[in-house]
C-alpha cells in the first residue's frame, strides 16, 4: 500500500486553544459535531481540558501547553506527530489562528474545516464567519449548524459537587471580581456583597490571582454576622462551575465566569464596560442581564479591555452603581426564588 493509501481514521478532531471563556462557548459545536460523527477529540489548554473531560461529546482531550512545555516550534511539531498517528480524518478550527491552522496542517489531516480569514489556505474548506449574534451560535456555523440548536454545557462531576458543597451549603450568590484584563473589573463588589448580605451568603469564585479581591470582599461581609467564603483559587476549574452551578445567581465582570454560569444554567448580572455585548460575548438566555453605561463615547475602547482605562477616569465601570446591580438582581428575581 503506497504512501498516503492507508485508511483514515473517522475520528473527528477539534483544535480550540483560545481562552477559557472561548472553550466554554464551543461546547455547542461539540455537541453538533459529535452528534453527526460521534464523540469528538479535542485539543485545547491545561486550564481548559478539565472542563472538556467530562462533557458528553467528547471521547478524549488532549492538553497543548502552547505557552509553557509545548511552546515554540518543536512543541507544535511533537504534537503534530502525535495527532498523525491517529489518523483524524477531519478536524474543525474554530479558532482563527496561525497556530492552530498549522498544526491541522503538519499532523496531516485531510479534511480540516476553519472560519474564512488570513489562514484560509491552510484549510480545505473554508466557511463564513457570522458577523452578528453570539459567539457560540457564531461557532455552531462552522458546522453548517443554525444559531441555537445547542447550547452551551458543561458536566461537573459528583465529587465536584461534593467539593462545592463542603465549601458552602447553603443558599447563596455568586461574585466573580476578577479578569485577566484590568479595566474589566467593576471596583464595586466589596459594597455589594455588604448590601447582599443583609439577605443571603456569598461566595467569591476566581483563580488564585483572585484572592486578595475575594478577602476583600469577605472582610466587607463579616460585620453582617452572614456567611461569606472566598473560594478563589481554593476550587478546580470544574469545581468552580459546579460552584456557579449551586449560586441562586452570579454577578460577574466580562470574564470566563460569565460563559460557566451559561453553561450551568445560572442566573447572570454582567458588568460590562470596556467591552459591550454586541461583541458577542453576553449573557445568552432570556432574563440574563448585561449592565452598562450607555451613551460613553470612549466605549467600547478595544476587543478584550485593556490592562487600565487608557483616559484614566475609567468611568465605563465606576459610574456602573451598586443600587443598579441591585435593581437587576431583583429584576431577575433568583433571590425571590430562592427564598
Not at 4 to 17: C, D, E, F, R
Not at 212 to 218: M, S, T, W, Y
Not at 303 to 328: F, K, N, S
Request: hydrophobic share 40%; proline share 9%.
Amino acid at each position: 500500500m503506497g504512501r498516503g493509501s492507508a485508511p483514515l481514521s473517522s475520528a473527528t478532531l477539534v483544535i480550540q486553544t483560545a481562552f477559557l471563556g472561548d472553550v466554554v462557548l464551543t461546547t455547542p459545536l461539540l455537541s453538533a459535531v459529535a452528534a453527526d460523527s460521534g464523540p469528538v477529540d479535542v485539543v485545547t489548554t491545561p486550564i481548559a481540558a478539565p472542563l472538556l473531560e467530562t462533557h458528553p461529546a467528547v471521547r478524549r482531550v488532549i492538553a497543548y501547553d502552547k505557552r509553557g512545555s509545548d511552546r515554540g516550534w518543536s512543541g507544535l511539531r511533537k504534537l503534530a506527530r502525535r495527532l498523525q498517528a491517529e489518523q483524524y480524518g477531519r478536524a474543525y478550527l474554530p479558532h482563527r489562528s496561525l497556530r492552530s491552522a498549522a498544526l491541522g496542517v503538519l499532523a496531516r489531516i485531510p479534511s480540516r474545516i476553519g472560519f474564512s480569514g488570513p489562514w484560509s489556505l491552510l484549510y480545505t474548506e473554508s466557511r463564513p464567519k457570522p458577523a452578528r449574534g453570539h459567539e457560540s451560535d457564531r461557532l455552531l456555523a462552522l458546522a453548517d449548524k443554525p444559531p441555537g440548536v445547542y447550547a452551551p454545557h458543561l458536566r461537573p462531576t459528583g465529587a465536584d459537587e461534593q467539593a462545592v458543597a463542603a465549601l458552602i451549603n447553603e443558599a447563596f450568590v455568586a461574585l466573580a471580581p476578577g479578569s485577566i484584563w484590568g479595566s474589566k473589573r467593576w471596583p464595586y463588589y466589596p459594597e455589594l456583597a455588604a448590601r447582599l448580605a443583609e439577605r443571603v451568603a456569598v461566595a467569591v469564585v476566581g483563580g488564585p490571582d483572585d484572592v486578595e479581591l475575594g478577602d476583600r470582599i469577605v472582610a466587607a461581609v463579616r460585620p453582617s454576622g452572614r456567611r461569606a467564603v472566598n473560594a478563589c483559587g481554593r476550587l478546580t476549574i470544574r469545581q468552580s462551575a459546579s460552584l456557579i452551578g449551586r449560586a441562586a445567581l452570579l454577578v460577574t465582570n466580562d470574564s470566563a465566569p460569565l460563559h460557566l454560569a451559561t453553561a450551568m444554567g445560572t442566573p447572570i448580572v454582567a458588568l460590562f464596560g470596556p467591552t459591550v455585548t454586541e461583541f458577542g460575548f453576553g449573557p445568552l438566555r432570556a432574563g440574563d442581564v448585561a449592565l452598562g453605561l450607555d451613551g460613553l463615547q470612549c466605549r467600547p475602547c478595544s476587543p478584550h479591555g485593556p490592562p487600565q482605562c487608557p483616559l484614566g477616569h475609567h468611568r465605563c465601570m465606576r459610574d456602573i452603581t451598586v443600587e443598579a446591580v441591585l435593581a437587576a438582581i431583583e429584576e431577575i428575581g433568583a433571590l425571590r426564588r430562592r427564598s
